[in-house]
């Protein structure tokens, strides 16, 4: 499959630097690739790409490992309802300070070395598993394990990273819609290894344990290849560039500043928290309710709770590509557009699952929501990358954040015991991700505009915009450049039918 976007030529390539490079695929001014090529491997555009999907899926398989095989560890942990709740937001807490260290990380060392780090410090927890013996020691490891979600932000990083505008939406959505399969995948793969552990001869208070070596194994082997097959940007690794002259370290306070003090980054960290937050949910109880509600078997279970998950294959990733297709004859104000419909349909579905009494039915609505839920995540970070250029790690990071305070939040006042029925509970979050896609509507680029207003009459630029992050005297030193030039490519935000002052 190949995704075009509009400037470069193949094998080209318009570097500031006394060496030229050459690309196996079209690169703008940023070396950036406007074509995004999914069968292709290409060096480093392409291999970043898979890398970075790899690692997060190994990432996601291993934290919720867990999920599927509740009802054999529940029995030999003697866990409580309050227990599983207590561990579900255990997984998706731990991750929320590590997706903001994350994404600062990215600005300062690439994405990856902060990645691969992350998911090698991470890989223990997931082989104690092995070792525990009460609820606490279940809470902890996957409170730990859950830290390795924040690999999603060096995905969003490395992809905005590698791939230009026009087709950056599309990137990403594929990137972490293959990434989140995970959750799906590992609804089949854990009960699958249980089962074959088992009919080895092992007890299956014994398999369940010995399971848990197959996620971590695979965890760390993506960390590794991230390290020795991965590159930070186009033009290099960070370390090189930086030793060599060629990119400046940035000053790790003006990154934050500039992250932090822009109100987009907050909006698209509420409506992240639920959509994306939405979906850490379900991946944590949706096995249980199909188990314990319609009485099916674990095996059953596990194969529907997948089916949710493994519409990751084709929904982000059919995110990102609209949020593409809208800017290409909307600009960012089809984006917008796009974004808020998808993630207010994909809550109204939400709310419809829990009110359905019906096995069938309920399969049914839950597979259609899987689809505007994932979807409306590959759209959200089809604006993310506009946000901020000088701090695009912290924006992606605070919006990856927004994802897991949401899932948490959402598992402490509707999952969390026994005060709500989880059917109750499903309705609610529905509910609260329909309230809270509506900031969507405040979102305002004064070069693009918003969903309900054009852009300004005062004919405010990109240029203008994205040097704003840039002092006299950083601009002086020629710090700028890099935000200068994706100022000049982002241009394809105006879109193609509306009318731009500077036209």
Request: net charge positive.
């Amino acid at each position: 499959m190949d995704i075009e976007g509009r400037g470069g030529e193949s094998g080209t390539t318009a570097t500031t630097t006394a060496t030229r490079r050459r690309f196996a695929l079209p690169v703008d001014a940023e070396n950036k690739s406007t074509t995004f090529r999914l069968f292709s491997v290409a060096k480093p555009h392409m291999r970043a790409f898979h890398l970075s999907w790899f690692q997060f899926f190994c990432c996601f398989v291993s934290t919720f490992a867990a999920p599927p095989l509740l009802p054999i560890i529940r029995e030999n942990l003697n866990l409580t309802a309050t227990d599983i709740g207590n561990a579900g937001i255990a997984s998706v807490s731990g991750s929320v300070f590590a997706r903001i260290v994350m994404g600062t990380a990215c600005d300062l060392f690439g994405p990856r070395l902060a990645s691969a780090a992350l998911t090698l410090s991470t890989a223990p927890a997931v082989y104690f598993t092995a070792g525990i013996k009460s609820p606490i020691g279940f809470i902890m490891v996957r409170f730990f394990a859950g830290f390795s979600l924040a690999t999603f932000v060096s995905t969003q990083f490395w992809m905005s990273s590698m791939f230009s505008g026009p087709v950056v939406g599309s990137a990403n959505g594929i990137a972490a819609g293959w990434g989140n399969l995970g959750g799906g995948a590992t609804q089949l793969i854990m009960p699958l290894v249980f089962s074959v552990i088992q009919q080895m001869g092992a007890a299956k208070f014994t398999a369940w344990r010995i399971a848990f070596f197959i996620p971590g194994l695979f965890q760390t082997f993506s960390a590794f290849a991230v390290l020795l097959f991965g590159q930070d940007l186009p033009d290099g690794d960070y370390w090189a560039m930086h030793k060599a002259g060629e990119k400046e370290k940035d000053k790790v306070g003006k990154v934050i500043k500039h992250g932090i003090t822009n109100y987009r980054g907050w909006i698209t960290a509420l409506a992240y928290g639920y959509c994306f937050g939405v979906e850490l949910t379900i991946d944590n109880i949706i096995a249980e309710y199909f188990f314990d509600r319609f009485h099916l078997d674990l095996k059953t279970a596990g194969i529907i709770a997948a089916s949710f998950g493994l519409a990751n294959f084709f929904a982000r990733p059919g995110g990102g590509i609209l949020s593409d297709l809208m800017a290409r004859r909307f600009g960012m104000r089809g984006r917008l557009w796009s974004w808020w419909i998808i993630q207010t349909l994909g809550g109204v579905l939400c709310a419809s699952l829990g009110q359905i009494d019906s096995l069938t039915g309920s399969i049914v609505v839950m597979l259609i929501f899987s689809v505007f839920v994932q979807a409306s995540c590959g759209l959200t970070f089809g604006v993310v990358p506009f946000i901020s250029r000088r701090s695009l790690g912290v924006i992606s990071g605070m919006t990856g954040a927004g994802g897991n305070v949401g899932a948490v939040l959402t598992q402490l006042i509707f999952f969390k015991g026994s005060k709500y029925s989880k059917e109750t509970g499903i309705t609610l979050m529905g509910i609260m991700s329909i309230a809270c896609s509506l900031p969507i509507c405040l979102i305002y680029f004064p070069q693009w505009g918003g969903m309900f207003c054009g852009p300004s009459s005062k004919k405010v630029t990109e240029e203008d915009y994205y040097l704003a992050e840039w002092s006299s005297k950083e601009k002086a030193n020629n710090l700028h450049l890099g935000s200068q030039k994706f100022a000049e490519t982002s241009v394809s935000e105006r879109g193609r039918a509306t009318t731009h002052p500077q036209t």
